[in-house]
């Protein structure tokens, strides 16, 4: 089993420095890592893609497929998070620029746990819980997921294997989410009544000023 340990950790290494070797040789790759690595750009776009798909639903059933996809996304977030801290707490991992000579890092110092990957766990359990209702906006997050765990990896601040074990999470987290879909549908389908309630609310004073100008 150790040996087992010792050679993906060697294996982990290696395939780190031959994408982190990279950083530094062109412009273009680094401005492109710094956004995909970037805390706050790709996580934003991530989250307003999954508010787009309740925007986008044409009818009330759809509304009703677009708020189960929501709630099971904001479910599988919350239980990948706190399995992250825990995991985090259980097991320190340092980051590959402290415990590694000649790293190229694009990206400030994290002081937390390498392993897993927070920003990689955060973005496939979006990505995975909205491709599990809607295929393609699901395939743009997940390759947008996918961008953000090698983004990581070639700025230096984590281990391919910290992107691996946090997609791993969001998988976990979503798979079983949806597994637990019947005990938050009834959720989704009381949302969505008063979704209803509010666009009958606001279609009939648009109604009645439309009506009132046709008979002038």
Known sequence: MTAIIQFLISLDQSVFKAINSLAGKSSVLNWLARVGA???IIPVVLTLLVFLVILLARDRQAREVAFTCFLCTVIAFVMS????????GAFFRPRPYTSMSNVHLLFYHNTDSSFPSNAATMAFVMAISVFMYYRKVGSVMLALAVYVGLARVFCGVHYPLDIVSGAMLGL????????????YRPLAVALN?????LLASWQGPQRAVSGGGESK
């Open 38 to 40: 970037d805390d706050h």
């Open 81 to 88: 998070m706190v399995i992250l801290f825990i995991l985090n």
């Open 172 to 183: 976990g987290s979503a798979f079983l989410t949806r597994a637990a879909e019947p005990l």
């Open 193 to 197: 009544r008063v979704t209803d309630r």
